[in-house]
């Protein structure tokens, strides 16, 4: 028999218990209740521990230290237990309430083993806080199909929480495309040959004209600038499906066309143009080259369509390191819809991208923000909606659940939530999920590094887990700002030493 850590008090109700314990167990233990035939499943939710006899209506300290001289540690726990299930049924929820002084008892392992374990394709995330011994695993197919978020402040661990991931993907010979935003998984040890590093680099052939007119930032409300800046991009573009004039960029022919218009608009035997249209003429070729100088490395007719650079079975890694948030939006959204539409091809024709793909954004909230449009915004959702029906999966990953799309954010049907602080972050989650009850949100901030909340159609129970170390290597994660001033100055002094004996050789007086 399970040790008994308390018993039912008061009323219940199908889905909740209170009990009152001597003993002292701990919130996200899972507990079992024997009643009418049924061996039921739940969890400690909260807890509370009082005294009769030091109440809060006692205002002199000195006789709660008469009291307690007395009494002793004589306290009792309080607490309430959420109803999960009958083990005996598939972990429905019995029609009938716990009667009180119902007997609660700590669940056994062996059950919890099997619970926790995922019959065919299961991820192991880590193990159950409460209970070290049970190992926790995640069915893949739901969680990429029904999409994945995974949210904590900064330093709670979702960097080893996306490695352990994108380990047990690898796995099963899984595809994941990292959208790399601070190049922290360039260099992450995933095995031997199972990294694909992928740079940021797009040919403008590809590009929709919506998303190289944002590359040029041309306005909205600009339609004489819009007007011109397309028919340069139509003939440029059609210069270079019929082969392109050696030495011709495809800025530098829409580029030429413009300066062609701008020099017929100078001459005096030419139709005239009004002088609003020559100034939008160059304020157009000004932002082009303001678009060259800083865009221009991502912009390469040599570029393949970076949908032919996935590889299956590895972590394809897309470094945005390099690239600004403005030029990462137009890149992300741009792969975000070719992925789409190439595994829509696929499965009507037979050509396009041939196998499932995950798609973890990092830094969601910069892609798809609360209060801002992007490019990236639009097809995230579109995924989110869509991406079940064509096996593209999409993880967001954020440190600031409050900035990020409610809409998006709702779409995820799992969620590995660590440590959250703050209550406007805590608020946003709980707006965004059912499953996230009053009582796990009242956890979040007491989570250690590592310790998550899971919950979701990738786990039949939410449970609080203890996520494995990931065993690779993984850069991105704090420095040691000591030694590193430590190494600067030593640094340093080394390079005074060596100027110092390169003086007195010359024969010098230092």
């Known amino acids: 028999m399970n040790e008994i850590i308390g018993r039912c008090i008061g009323e219940t109700s199908l889905v909740n218990v ?10 996200g233990e899972y507990v079992s209740l024997k009643y009418d035939g049924k061996n039921v499943l739940g969890m400690i939710e909260s807890l ?18 008469k009291i307690k001289a007395i009494e002793g540690d004589d306290h009792y726990v309080k607490g309430s237990v959420k109803i999960l299930g009958d083990i005996d049924d598939d972990l429905r929820i019995p029609r009938t309430p716990a009667p009180p002084g119902t ?19 299961g991820l192991k995330l880590g193990k159950l806080i409460s ?56 260099n992450t040890d995933f095995g031997t040959d199972k990294v694909n590093v992928i740079i940021p680099q797009i ?15 041309i ?10 800046f397309l ?13 392109s004039p050696t030495g011709k960029d495809f800025i530098g022919l829409i580029q030429s066309k413009l300066e062609g218009w701008l020099a017929e608009s100078e001459d005096p035997d030419a139709k005239s143009t009004n002088s609003a249209d020559k100034k939008s003429i160059a304020d157009v070729l000004n932002k082009l080259e303001h678009m060259r100088d800083k865009y221009g490395n991502i912009l390469s007719l040599e570029a393949k369509d970076i949908i032919d650079s996935l590889k299956v079975g590895k972590a394809n890694i897309l470094d945005l390191g390099p690239v600004d948030e403005f030029a990462s939006d137009v890149v992300v959204s741009h792969i975000l819809r070719n992925v789409l539409a190439s595994r829509k091809e696929f499965l009507r024709t037979g050509e396009g991208l041939e196998f499932p793909i995950f798609l973890i954004l990092e830094e969601a909230h910069i892609l798809a923000p609360q209060n801002r449009k992007t490019e990236s915004k639009l097809w995230i959702s579109r995924i989110a909606r869509e991406g079940r029906k064509f096996s593209v999966g999409l993880c967001l990953v954020s440190q600031s659940p409050k900035s990020l799309d409610s809409d998006a954010l709702s779409q995820a049907n799992n969620m590995i939530i660590l440590r959250l602080v703050e209550p406007t972050d805590q608020n ?22 590592g310790e998550a909340i899971v919950l979701g159609l990738m786990t039949r129970i939410p449970t609080l887990v203890k996520i494995d170390e990931f065993q690779g290597k993984i850069t991105g994660g704090d420095l040691n700002i000591v030694e590193e001033w430590s190494k600067s100055h030593q640094n340093q002094e080394k390079l005074l030493e060596e100027q110092k004996r390169e003086y007195d050789d010359l024969g010098g007086d230092y």
Do not use: C, W
């Not at 028919?231 to 082969?243: D, E, I, P, V, W």
């Open 48 to 65: 509370v521990r009082g005294s009769v006899s030091i109440n809060d209506q006692i205002y002199d300290p000195l006789t709660i230290e």
């Open 18 to 27: 209170s009990f009152i314990s001597k003993k002292m167990p701990r919130v």
């Open 131 to 186: 209970q070290e011994e049970v190992g926790v695993e995640v069915d893949i197919n739901r969680m990429v199909s029904r999409h994945l978020a995974v949210l904590a402040m900064t330093g709670a661990g979702k960097s080893n929480t996306v490695s352990v991931i994108v380990d047990g993907l690898l796995n099963v010979n899984g595809s994941v495309l990292i959208f790399d935003m601070h190049s922290e998984y360039v």
């Open 103 to 121: 007997e609660i008892q700590v669940a056994d392992s062996e059950v919890l083993k099997k619970i926790f374990k995922v019959d065919k394709y």
């Open 219 to 228: 306005p909205p409300n600009a339609y004489v600038q819009e007007r011109y």
């Open 428 to 449: 946003h989650v709980q707006r965004a999920s059912e499953s996230l009850s009053d009582d796990l949100i009242a956890q979040l901030p007491s989570l250690n590094i």
């Open 203 to 217: 040919n403008p052939l590809y590009l929709s004209f919506g998303e190289i007119k944002k590359l040029s930032n």
């Open 231 to 243: 028919k340069a991009y139509k003939s440029a573009r059609k210069s270079l499906m019929q082969g």
